[in-house]
């Protein structure tokens, strides 16, 4: 038995914390994932998909997502989708449900029971679908009881495991050998985003495109074969992620070279397809403050999305970058003020943040009048 594994498409995620332009293009990515994962079974001759869990990223997506989506898996009907909800999608959604089982394809079948679905005369599924979103018990005890004689057991399952968590912090119920309790040849789970596996029967798929700056690993589907009841599965990470997301944290020192550092934080290649979010922390000059500055805000349009943040490096006071914005008068009193400002003793971050920010112009100003 040859199969994908796939799980947490997200289709219709809102992506609010990026401008529409970027939101727009992460929403299609994500239908072209789907579309990926139908892609990968043809590649890897692999006649059968399983989805656990989170196709959708809300239990009322829109009419015209649930449509794209049936028409994606509708595409090719050699190919058989078995399709599960998740906590992102659950059952509680009914009105989505009732919509997908009169309007499924036929090579569509809904794993919206705890029952077992016999595939050929070799194989069962065991589904344990998210009757809500936080069910708060463990939806996959049911499958020690399942009776499927000889067949290949292939456990379908989303949310946290014991001992690992889950993805959005909530409560993890399943346990992490349910596999070898529950006599399962292998456990397709979901709900973490990125690729993990749980012992050597059991894995998380991850998300077939990236979503976050979580640091997961690439995204994609797994491709599994089980050659027969109770041999170990063979697994193999297929990556299918257009769009990379990198958070870089990097930590300075006075007298480094800051735009150096930046640059090989920075990933060289496919940069329009990469989303990154660069972190600095420890302290800096003034003048290497605001080079680094310039750095990030002059790199920033070779990215599909560039956001930095360096309110965690502290300004090192130095009377020499003080005098390259003014030697005396009411500018250098400013300075001053502004220096002093920076420092978090006694200030909320913001503040500080703030006033590092405008030490920053005043000098980027002061150097241009300079010039």
């Given amino acids: 038995m040859r199969f994908i594994h796939a799980a947490d498409v997200h289709l219709g995620k809102p992506f609010g914390q990026f401008d529409e332009e970027t939101r727009v293009a992460l929403r299609q990515a994500r239908l072209e994932a789907l579309r990926a994962v139908g892609d990968a079974a043809r590649t890897h001759n692999s006649p059968l998909i399983l989805i656990a869990g989170d196709t959708f990223d809300a239990e009322a997506p829109p009419s015209k ?50 029952t077992p679905i016999l595939l050929g005369e070799d194989t069962a599924i065991l589904p344990a679908p998210p009757t809500v979103r936080s069910p708060g018990f463990d939806l ?36 992490p050998d349910r596999a070898e309790r529950s006599g399962l ?42 050659s027969a009841r109770g041999v170990l599965p063979s697994v193999q990470p297929i990556p299918l992620g257009h769009y990379q ?20 934080a920075l990933p060289e290649d496919a940069r329009q397809q990469a989303l990154v979010r660069f972190v600095g922390s420890g302290r800096l000059g003034l003048s290497e403050h605001a080079a680094l500055r310039k750095a990030c805000e002059a790199v920033a349009d070779d990215f599909h999305f560039f956001d930095f943040d360096l309110t965690r490096i502290g300004i090192e006071q130095s009377i020499e970058d003080l005098d390259l914005i003014a030697e005396s008068g009411a500018l250098r009193v400013a300075a001053e003020n502004l220096l002093t400002e920076t420092s978090l003793e006694g200030r909320t971050e913001e503040d500080a943040r703030i006033a590092q920010t405008a030490l920053s112009h005043l000098f980027h100003l002061a150097q241009e009048v300079g010039q």
Avoid at 219 to 226: P, Q, R
Wanted: aromatic share 8%.
């Fill in 185 to 226: 040849d292998y456990l397709a789970l979901g709900d973490w985003h990125g690729q993990m596996a749980i012992g050597s029967r059991s894995w998380y798929a991850g998300a077939p495109e990236a979503d976050g700056f979580k640091g997961h690993k690439a995204s994609g589907v797994l491709l599994v074969e089980v």
């Fill in 140 to 175: 996959t005890e049911w499958m020690s009881l399942a009776e499927t004689g000889e067949r290949i057991r292939i456990g379908l399952a989303h949310g946290g495991v014991t001992d690992f968590g889950s993805e959005e912090g909530g409560l993890a119920t399943i346990p």
């Fill in 65 to 114: 997502l649930v449509k794209r989506a049936l028409d994606v898996m509708a595409a090719d009907p050699s190919v058989t989708w078995v399709w599960m909800p998740g906590n992102h999608d659950s059952l509680t959604s009914v009105d989505l449900w009732e919509r997908i089982v009169r309007d499924k394809p036929d090579n569509v079948i809904l794993a919206t029971e705890a």
């Fill in 245 to 264: 997301w990198l958070r870089a944290d990097q930590t300075f020192f006075p007298g480094c070279d800051p735009v150096s550092i930046l640059e090989e």
